[in-house]
């Protein structure tokens, strides 16, 4: 290849590329070709090395010395809050509700119960105070509900006995965003939960 570009780091390099990602740099270097900026060959060298880069670092490469517009990186979906509380919160719902939304801090540790009554946890906006934090619900002829932003990673370990747990987040996760696991017992109720979008501020 004639006048390689050269590597370059970002916040965003050391990540593995997605599908997604790939697709983004195809549709700038058929744009670059389009306008003279490469060549034939050159285009189609760098469509090779596109489909053999690995991580997000590899494709920027292939696009940094091209005047194209660039779509902006996404916003993180999700605000942290760092904290050094090492307790959890406990949520009781006994033949009554609980509900957690707007800007309200997730701890690391988040243990629930919601028997005969019901609760819902609404994570859109709130403040996450670690990278991962843990949910356990037991719902016991009661419900509880989860709304989780758009791209967080959910692990469910929940249980359902006479009842339904199933939790599940955006089918395309976000690197940025936070694990939740989601754990405890639906005795004789549900626990459901699924990603939404942020609302815009």
């Known amino acids: 290849m004639e006048n390689p570009p050269s590597r370059r780091d970002s916040q965003m390099s050391h990540l593995r590329a997605s599908d ?3 697709e983004q740099i195809a549709a700038l270097l058929g744009e670059a070709l389009s306008t003279g900026q490469l060549s034939h060959e050159e285009y189609s060298e760098r469509l090779d090395s596109l489909y053999q880069a690995k991580t ?3 494709l920027e490469v292939l696009t940094h010395d091209l005047q194209v517009d660039r779509p902006r990186p996404a916003a993180s979906p999700v605000s942290y809050a760092p904290g050094a509380s090492s307790e959890p919160e406990n949520i009781v719902a006994i033949f009554g509700g609980a509900d957690r939304r707007g800007r309200w801090r ?3 540790k988040t243990r629930a119960l919601a028997l005969f009554g019901g609760m819902r946890f609404d994570l859109t906006d709130a403040e996450f105070e670690a990278k991962e934090i843990e949910i356990t619900v037991n719902a016991i002829f009661g419900g509880a509900e989860i709304i989780l932003p758009e791209g967080v990673e959910v692990r469910c370990h929940g249980v359902g006995v006479f009842g339904g747990f199933d939790v599940h987040g955006s089918p395309d996760v976000d690197p940025s965003a936070p694990v939740v696991v989601v754990k405890g017992l639906a005795l004789f ?3 459901s939960g699924k990603a939404r979008r942020r609302r815009d501020r």
Request: glycine share 24%.
């Open 20 to 22: 997604s990602n790939r």
């Open 56 to 58: 997000v670092g590899e």
């Open 106 to 108: 997730v701890r690391r």
């Open 189 to 191: 109720g549900g626990v």
